[in-house]
C-alpha cells in the first residue's frame, strides 16, 4: 500500500536528504538545482528521480551561460513504492544521492557496484 504524505514533507524529506551530504561534495557541485516534481515523465511510471544536463567531467572550456543542470525527484511513484515514512527516507536518500552521482559523471552501472543503485 503506496504511502501518503503531503508534497510539503516529502520536499522536506529530500531537504533533508540533501543536508546529509557531505558538505565538501556539496561544494564541488556547480550550476544545478534540484526539484521535487509529482509525476514522471509520460511513459515512465516508476522513474523516482533523473538528472538532466551536462555532468562535471563531460565540461569543457565551452561550458558557460547554459541554464542550471536539474535534479529533479519524483514523489508519487517513491510514495508508491514505499509501505511507511521510514522507507521514503530510505529511498529519497538513495536517489538523491544517485542522481548527484550522475552529476558528477558518475553511471549506473557503477552506482550499482556501490550499492546505490
Known amino acids: 500500500m503506496a504511502v501518503e504524505m503531503t508534497r510539503a514533507r516529502?520536499?522536506?524529506?529530500?531537504?533533508?536528504?540533501?543536508?546529509?551530504?557531505?558538505?565538501?561534495?556539496?561544494g564541488?557541485?556547480?550550476?544545478?538545482?534540484?526539484?521535487?516534481?509529482d509525476?514522471?515523465?509520460p511513459?515512465?511510471?516508476?522513474?523516482l528521480?533523473?538528472?538532466e544536463g551536462h555532468a562535471l567531467p563531460d565540461r569543457g572550456w565551452d561550458y558557460g551561460g547554459v541554464l542550471p543542470d536539474r535534479i529533479t525527484i519524483y514523489r508519487l511513484p517513491t510514495l508508491?513504492?514505499?509501505?511507511?515514512e521510514e522507507e521514503v527516507i530510505e529511498e529519497v536518500t538513495i536517489t538523491v544521492?544517485?542522481?548527484?552521482?550522475?552529476?558528477?559523471?558518475?553511471?549506473?552501472?557503477?552506482l550499482h557496484e556501490l550499492g546505490w543503485g
Do not use: K, S, T, W
Request: with cysteine; hydrophobic share 45%; aromatic share 6%.
Open 10 to 26: 516529502f520536499e522536506e524529506l529530500v531537504a533533508e536528504a540533501l543536508d546529509n551530504v557531505p558538505a565538501d561534495l556539496l
Open 97 to 110: 544521492v544517485h542522481e548527484i552521482a550522475h552529476h558528477f559523471g558518475i553511471d549506473d552501472a557503477r
Open 43 to 47: 511513459g515512465e511510471p516508476d522513474l
Open 80 to 84: 508508491a513504492m514505499c509501505q511507511d
Open 39 to 41: 509525476r514522471p515523465p
Open 49 to 51: 528521480g533523473i538528472y
Open 28 to 37: 564541488l557541485m556547480n550550476n544545478v538545482v534540484v526539484l521535487v516534481e
